[in-house]
Each structure stands twice: as structure tokens, then as C-alpha cells.
T-cell receptor, first 113, second 115 residues
């Protein structure tokens, strides 16, 4: 069945460092891929998404490219801020809207000044 | 816009009692609501999908008589954990969407601890 694997955290970085959080998936067909972020005390928020191969999702300086050949959707940001500290979830869905979501375990990012 | 709240944010109860968790969409009408469960360091697992005014659809392996879901209005869904046991201790998260194929907006979650 479909599944998502993301790197375990916590990831600890200094402000302005480069961030990569790895995510790979197993799926039949052509899923849509998502990154969600959960800030302390808040609900999950959609950060970015990509609905087909080679698409790049981007938002708030974060980027992820849908790589079908490597079944990956790694999250990157060139310069992290303290306010980026949160838990990041990679997810896939069989539809573009993101229903029937299958989540990875989440990666905690902690950024210090 | 698109804010979803949950109440309570945390609850501790004795084994054998029932606990009700509320999920509200504060500024939009949620035709569909989803309930997830998350164990420590694990993924969010979908428990059930509910559409306003109809019975919930439960995922395989989820006991519908134990996890009662009601979606009586377009802004409120409730999850009742009946006869709770320590193994039901978990983090329960709801999400809401305007339609079954629309973007989900997540609540902040409810931490349930059963003693």
C-alpha cells in the first residue's frame, strides 16, 4: 500500500543555516505530495504541495520538487529562521485536494539564534 | 480564515469512562470532517471520515462502537471514546473541509490520557 517515509528528527540548526528534510514515498499511480507544518500549540497547516512529477511546490521560502524517478519530495529552505521551528509532515494523497492523506511520522525542526 | 478548534486540548480520565472531544470549524461550513489518531513519534492515522448529517465512514481496524462520531451540524463534529482504556491514550486530531475533495484544515489536537 501507499506509505511515506521521512527522516527522523529532531533536526537542530542555527539561524540562516540550510535545511533539508528528506521524504520518500511508495504509491501506486500518481499521487499528489504535500508538506504540512505544525507550529507549537496549533493545527497542521498546508505548507506546499505538488500534484505531478517535476512540479515544484514553494511557500515562505520553502521548496520541494516532486521526483518520480527517486520517489522523493525533499523539503528545502536556504536560510532558516527561529520562527521556522515546528514539526514538518510529509504526506501523499491519491487526489490533488489532499483528502485521504497518508502522513509520514513528522520531523521536528529546532532553530536557534 | 479556515480556523478549526478542538476542545478540550487535553483530558485525563479513568479507565471505563467515556470522553467526548469536540471539533469546530469557526469561520466556514465544514461538509466533511476527519478524525485522526497519532501515537508518539508515529504518523497521523485516519480513523474516520464524517459528512454532515450522515453516518461516519470508519477506516479498517477502527471500532465504530468504541469511537462514536457525530457530525450533526456544518460546524461541529464530536468524537466520543466509550469505555476508555489506557491503550486509547493518544493524540486525537480533527480536520475539516468544505467538501470531501477540498483542502483539509486541521485542529490543534486533543491529548487523551486514560489512567
Amino acid at each position: 500500500g501507499n506509505s511515506v517515509t521521512q527522516m527522523e528528527g529532531p533536526v537542530t540548526l542555527s539561524e540562516e543555516a540550510f535545511l533539508t528534510i528528506n521524504c520518500t514515498y511508495t504509491a501506486t499511480g500518481y499521487p499528489s505530495l504535500f508538506w504540512y507544518v505544525q507550529y507549537p500549540g496549533e493545527g497542521l497547516q498546508l505548507l506546499l504541495k505538488a500534484t505531478k512529477a517535476d512540479d515544484k511546490g514553494s511557500n515562505k521560502g520553502f521548496e520541494a520538487t516532486y521526483r518520480k524517478e527517486t520517489t522523493s519530495f525533499h523539503l528545502e529552505k536556504g536560510s532558516v529562521q527561529v520562527s521556522d521551528s515546528a514539526v514538518y509532515f510529509c504526506a501523499l494523497s491519491s487526489n490533488q485536494a489532499g483528502t485521504a492523506l497518508i502522513f509520514g511520522k513528522g520531523t521536528t525542526l529546532s532553530v536557534s539564534s | 480564515g479556515a480556523v478549526v478548534s478542538q476542545h478540550p486540548s487535553w483530558v485525563i480520565c479513568k479507565s471505563g469512562t467515556s470522553v467526548k472531544i469536540e471539533c469546530r470549524s469557526l469561520d466556514f461550513q465544514a461538509t466533511t470532517m476527519f478524525w485522526y489518531r497519532q501515537f508518539p513519534k508515529q504518523s497521523l492515522m485516519l480513523m474516520a471520515t464524517s459528512n454532515e448529517g450522515s453516518k461516519a465512514t470508519y477506516e479498517q481496524g477502527v471500532e465504530k462502537d468504541k469511537f462514536l462520531i457525530n457530525h450533526a451540524s456544518l460546524t461541529l463534529s464530536t468524537l466520543t471514546v466509550t469505555s476508555a482504556h489506557p491503550e486509547d491514550s493518544s493524540f486525537y486530531i480533527c480536520s475539516a473541509s468544505r467538501g470531501s475533495t477540498d483542502t483539509q484544515y486541521f485542529g490543534p489536537g486533543t491529548r487523551l490520557t486514560v489512567l
